[in-house]
């Protein structure tokens, strides 16, 4: 599976857009882009997956630049409850596992 | 629909011992990984169950072993327990065989203190 860069840290005020990046520049072809995220000691929840195209769920929106190098996880209205750990995960279709990197650690400000 | 659950919540044995965690996997749901995470660090893949059968294992010793049930639940076990094994278990459960590539969700996990 392809390795993420993600940046540490980030902060946000509550109730801005939160934008997380990832750079995932040996991406391939067969090979998806997931976001993972974990609150304090509790177990990683789902957020959206993609191939190609731009994603939107209820939860958040995943832009995929289109030579697939990058993406960015959108929050539109960021509360102090998505205060988490924040992981983007590059993952072959064929996969049983996901391979989690350091993440990014975003802290919503009041 | 009911989620990923796994128990214990808290567990504490000491060197040498042997311990299992179980994992009840999301309704619907016929595959079950198996993630151990560190303090400080991500979680890293142990093994998935399909079917019955292990179905992928990461780096890990084989003390570390598991089963699956009919029922889809499963059990990890780790023998001969180190200092080191100390950390969160997580389970995901997913759906082989829609056609589409599975999503894993996770479960609360349990927290594993060796001393």
């Known amino acids: 599976d392809a390795k993420t860069t993600q940046p540490p840290s980030m902060d946000c005020a509550e109730g801005r857009a939160a934008n997380l990046p990832c750079n995932h520049s040996?991406?391939?072809?067969?090979?998806?882009v997931y976001w993972y995220r974990q609150i304090h000691s509790q177990g990683p929840q789902y957020i959206i997956h993609?191939?190609?195209n731009n994603e939107t769920n209820e939860m958040a929106s995943l832009i995929i630049t289109e030579d697939r190098k990058s993406s960015t996880l959108i929050l539109p209205h960021a509360t102090l409850r998505d205060t988490a750990v924040y992981y983007c995960?590059?993952?072959?279709?064929?996969?049983?596992?996901?391979?989690f990197g350091s993440g990014t650690q975003l802290t919503v400000l009041p | 629909e009911t989620g990923v659950t796994q128990s214990p919540t808290h567990l504490i044995k000491t060197r040498g011992q042997q311990v299992t965690l179980r994992c009840s996997s999301q309704?619907?749901?016929?595959?079950v990984s198996w993630y151990q995470q560190a303090l400080g660090q991500g979680p890293q893949f142990i093994f998935q169950?399909?079917?019955?059968?292990?179905?992928g294992r990461g780096n890990f010793p084989p003390r570390f072993s598991g089963l699956q049930f009919p029922n889809y639940s499963s059990e990890l076990n780790v023998n001969a327990l180190e200092l080191d094994d100390s950390a969160l278990y997580l389970c995901?459960?997913?759906?082989?065989?829609?056609?589409?590539?599975?999503?894993?969700?996770f479960g609360p996990g349990t927290r594993l203190l060796v001393l």
């Open positions: 169950y399909y079917r019955e059968e292990e179905n």
């Open positions: 995901a459960s997913s759906l082989i065989g829609t056609g589409d590539q599975e999503t894993q969700y």
């Open positions: 993609g191939l190609k």
């Open positions: 309704s619907g749901h016929n595959t």
């Open positions: 040996t991406i391939s072809g067969n090979e998806y």
């Open positions: 995960i590059v993952r072959n279709r064929s996969a049983r596992q996901l391979t």
